[in-house]
Each structure stands twice: as structure tokens, then as C-alpha cells.
């Protein structure tokens, strides 16, 4: 069975900082991994994926994510946070075997000044 | 366009009651999936159609649940009766192929009392 963890509940950085949301999968066969942001009262917005090629995928606001396949690991990363970077973030994993994307629990990232 | 389209914003109703959320996907898309999100639970997927044909309805709750996807342009979730449990968020998202990011509406907030 698929699934994703995101280890940690919230994350807090200062403005500028670099910040990290982790994220772990645990998926059968070659896994299709997102990141999506959730702004209060809105849907999920999706940021990033990775298919297949490079390692280091580029995304929306920024954003980028490094995939590890040893590590099993798809890490969401911004070299320099802001404020309005403040949200709940979701990493997800898709197989080739299922068109339904499995979601982790989310971690909120809080920036501030 | 407008992106997904989801009515009400807001539903608050009394236990017993039925409930009929509706949803308008992204023209062109032929994968349409109704989520639900709570606080404790996180997100779930409860079904997803393909080409207006229901392709996984196992995370339905209950028989008090269905959906249906008469065309490619409008898809509704019905609870009957409903329970104060059933109070959450309820996302509808489309897709253009398997492995397309998901394109979320803005939730229906329902309030069972």
C-alpha cells in the first residue's frame, strides 16, 4: 500500500531564512511525487511535481524539491522564505498503478517577520 | 477559465437531512475526484470518475453517500441522511490525464447540527 509522511506538524522560519518541509514515501514501483500549498479557506494549489529526469524539480512561488530515491525522500525546499509563504503544505505520491494520489497529513509552515 | 466550481461555500443543515454538493470541473478534464478534509482524518479521497464513469468509490463512509457524474461539466455528492460526523470540508478536483496535478475547487464547508 502507498503512503506519505510528513514528519513534522508545523515548521516556523524567519523571513529570509531558507526553509525545508520534509516529506517521505513509501510507494510500490516508480513513484509520480507533488506538493501542493493550501491558503486558508481555499482549495489545494498544486507547486511541484516529479515524473522522472533530474532530481531537482523546480516549481511554482519558488518553491523546488529534491528527489532522493535512496533515501526515499521528496523534500520541499526555498532558498529564502516569506511571509506570505505561510500555509499547509501536502506532499503526494502516484503510482502508475492507481490514479489516486495519496495524500500526507500536512505540515504548516509559519514565517515570520 | 474559471477553474473548479463548487456550490455552496457553505452548508450547515440539521442531522436527518439530505445534502447535495455540486461541482463544476475544468472543461477538457476527464478525471474528476471529490476529496474530504478534517482536521483529524486529513484528507480523503471518496471517489473519482473517469470519462463521467465512477472508477473508485472505496472511500465512501457509507451507503449515505453517493455521487454521480451525469456529463463531463457537473458531478454532485449526496449525503442522505446526514450525521453531524459529516461536518467537514468538501473538495471537488479534476484533472486532465492520470498523472496530471490535481486542480481543486474551494471546498464546500458543511456544518451537520
Known amino acids: 500500500a502507498q503512503s506519505v509522511a510528513q514528519p513534522e506538524d508545523q515548521v516556523n522560519v524567519a523571513e529570509g531564512n531558507p526553509l525545508t518541509v520534509k516529506c517521505t514515501y513509501s510507494?510500490?514501483?516508480?513513484?509520480?511525487l507533488f506538493w501542493y500549498v493550501q491558503y486558508p479557506n481555499r482549495g489545494l494549489q498544486f507547486l511541484l511535481k516529479?515524473?522522472?529526469?533530474?532530481?531537482l524539480v523546480k516549481g511554482s512561488y519558488g518553491f523546488e524539491a529534491e528527489f532522493n530515491k535512496s533515501q526515499t525522500s521528496f523534500h520541499l525546499k526555498k532558498p529564502s522564505a516569506l511571509v506570505s509563504d505561510s500555509a499547509l503544505y501536502f506532499c503526494?505520491?502516484?503510482?502508475?498503478?492507481?490514479?489516486?494520489?495519496?495524500f500526507g497529513t500536512g505540515t504548516r509552515l509559519q514565517v515570520t517577520l | 477559465d474559471a477553474g473548479v466550481i463548487q456550490s455552496p461555500r457553505h452548508e450547515v443543515t440539521e442531522m436527518g437531512q439530505e445534502v447535495t454538493l455540486r461541482c463544476k470541473p475544468i472543461?477538457?478534464?476527464?478525471?474528476l475526484f471529490w476529496y474530504r478534509q478534517t482536521m483529524m482524518r486529513g484528507l480523503e479521497l471518496l471517489i473519482y470518475f473517469n470519462n463521467n464513469v465512477p472508477i473508485d468509490d472505496s472511500g465512501m463512509p457509507e451507503d449515505r453517500f453517493s455521487a454521480k457524474m451525469p456529463n463531463a461539466s457537473f458531478s454532485t455528492l449526496k449525503i442522505q441522511p446526514s450525521e453531524p460526523r459529516d461536518s467537514a470540508v468538501y473538495f471537488c478536483a479534476s484533472s486532465f490525464g492520470e498523472e496530471a496535478p490535481l486542480h481543486f475547487g474551494n471546498g464546500t464547508r458543511l456544518t451537520v447540527t
Open positions: 503526494a505520491a502516484l503510482t502508475g498503478t492507481a490514479s489516486k494520489l495519496t
Open positions: 516529479y515524473i522522472t529526469g533530474d532530481n
Open positions: 510507494v510500490s514501483g516508480n513513484p509520480y
Open positions: 472543461s477538457g478534464h476527464d478525471y
